[in-house]
């Protein structure tokens, strides 16, 4: 499920929830806000919580991973209820970088 945040016709963010068939659950994703005077106005936040109340429609679990050292999302995602799992991963097959993994139950 896509969730868009606009204003005035202007696209300022999107988000994305679709179930997690490996894990149960629900996997949050395609999380950004795309214009800049949207930045740090609380769109992020409206976008994350569309997730959430989706989610409660029949899940009991929302997942998603974060870059290590984003603090802005990590932020983000634990001004909302989300927790640091201890799961950690590489961000992509070959890639140095790794991604940890935050949950909110619901």
Known sequence: MQFPADSAG??????AGMPALNRGGVHLISMWVVAPEARGTGVSD???RAVIEWARGGHRVVRVEVAEGNMFAEQ???RNGFALTGVSGPLAPGDSRRERVMELRL
Request: charged content about 15%; cysteine-free.
């Open 46 to 48: 409206l976008l994350v």
């Open 10 to 15: 202007v696209e300022l963010g999107t988000v």
């Open 76 to 78: 983000l995602y634990r």
